[in-house]
């Protein structure tokens, strides 16, 4: 196998503050940068594409140097062999499916057409190799654009919001289908994107940044478990409440949330805190009848939205602080939720998150400082 790991440790400076990345990706796997957009994410899929020269770092794969500022090696895009999986894909509209593929691949014109077919055949469309991108479905047109991107035997592929594109139905298949494309090629892959729920099918190390800094990294079963702030908890799609905390007996925490109310949670912190809990913990029950179980917490509000996500229903409540619950169709209907319904939102101290109130941004913990300073 061609190439090696991924490795990037640049700096540079965007309009209003500095962009720090120390990140390396094994060949086969997959790394996601996700954040805010502005927080330097697209900047570092330009900076290893060469689109961009950063004005201190190096980047390589493997054991070849893409670039390194101090030894004066900067090379052009055409030579660093990325493949590019663009947002919107960037296929050519009046070219075939193979054609669109084929134009990337260095060979005598003669060889085009097979090579195109079998790398369409790799993701199963080679029946569709004479459409054009308008007769294709969302899911297929991301297909061809890989298999584009594949073409040039890259050693490296980057994916900017590859899904975004997208519609809802589509977007959860061709999540699956990506993530079975990125493993086949067996080169790293940097991914980019604002949605942490594709990000945990997609990568198997997660960067949230922010403003040019990983504030924290791991897999997103770690990043979910153990948030390391607010800002954190947010990406990863927890309500996130703010309180003072104050210690109990027994290493638990009891949290008076701004606005009025309070909750309890195993961890153990004091001050100012950010408070998270994820929609999935939070069960629902009727405001006008006595309560039940051992759960500690227990707020009262309002349903203020009922949506449909998946085989479950978001519910939006109205609390001193917004906070949502993810239930069962079966569930809304016994309980009869509807906009303007009051409920008692229930969930255990266990599953109370509590990371100290959000600061400036701060390096990933455990991360070395890297030479430099990033956007999007």
């Known amino acids: 196998m061609r190439g090696g790991a991924l490795e990037i440790r640049v700096g ?12 390396r990706v094994e060949p086969g796997e997959c790394t996601a940068l996700v954040g805010p957009s502005g927080a330097g994410k697209t900047t570092v899929l330009r900076l290893v594409a060469g689109l961009r020269d950063p004005p201190r770092g190096r980047i390589a794969v493997g054991e070849r140097v893409l670039c390194d500022t101090d030894a004066g090696i900067c090379l052009e895009p055409e030579e660093r062999r990325c493949g590019f999986l663009f947002q919107d894909h960037a296929l050519f509209g009046h070219l075939s499916a193979w054609r669109n593929v084929a134009f990337g691949i260095g060979a005598p014109r003669s060889e085009r057409r097979g090579r195109a077919l079998a790398l369409l055949g790799r993701f199963g469309i080679e029946g569709l190799a004479d459409a054009r991108p308008a007769e294709l479905s969302g899911g297929e047109r991301q297909r061809v654009a890989l298999a584009r991107a594949l073409a040039t035997a890259p050693d490296v592929l980057l994916l900017d919001e590859p899904l975004s594109a997208l519609d809802a139905r589509t977007r959860a298949h061709a999540t699956r289908e990506l993530a079975a494309a990125l493993r086949d090629a067996a080169v ?94 939070v069960a629902l029950e009727p405001a006008d009848e006595p309560a039940h179980g051992s759960a500690r917490n227990r707020l009262g509000a309002e349903v203020v939205s009922v949506t449909q996500v998946g085989t479950r229903v978001r519910v939006g409540l109205a609390t001193p602080q917004p906070l949502a619950a993810e239930v069962t169709a079966e569930s ?25 109130a959000a600061g400036p941004a701060q390096p990933a913990p455990g991360s070395s400082p890297s030479p430099g300073g990033a956007e999007r």
């Not at 540079?12 to 990140?23: I, T």
């Not at 809304?332 to 100290?356: D, I, N």
């Open 332 to 356: 809304v209907a016994g309980l009869g939720l509807r906009p303007g319904v009051r409920v008692r939102a229930v969930w255990k101290a266990t599953a109370t998150r509590l990371a100290p």
């Open 12 to 23: 540079d400076r965007l309009r209003e503050f500095e962009l720090e990345l120390d990140a």
């Open 188 to 281: 790293p892959s940097l991914l980019v994107t604002h949605d942490f729920e594709e990000a945990a099918v997609l990568a198997a190390e997660i960067c949230v940044m922010d403003r040019g800094r990983v504030v924290q990294r791991g897999s997103a079963a770690e990043l979910s478990a153990s948030p390391a702030s607010g800002f954190v908890a947010d990406f990863a799609g927890a309500a996130v409440l703010a309180g003072e905390a104050h210690p109990e007996p027994g290493g638990s925490t009891r949290v008076a949330l701004e606005g009025g109310g309070e909750v309890h949670s195993s961890d153990s912190e004091r001050g100012p805190v950010a408070v998270s809990v994820y929609p999935w913990e």
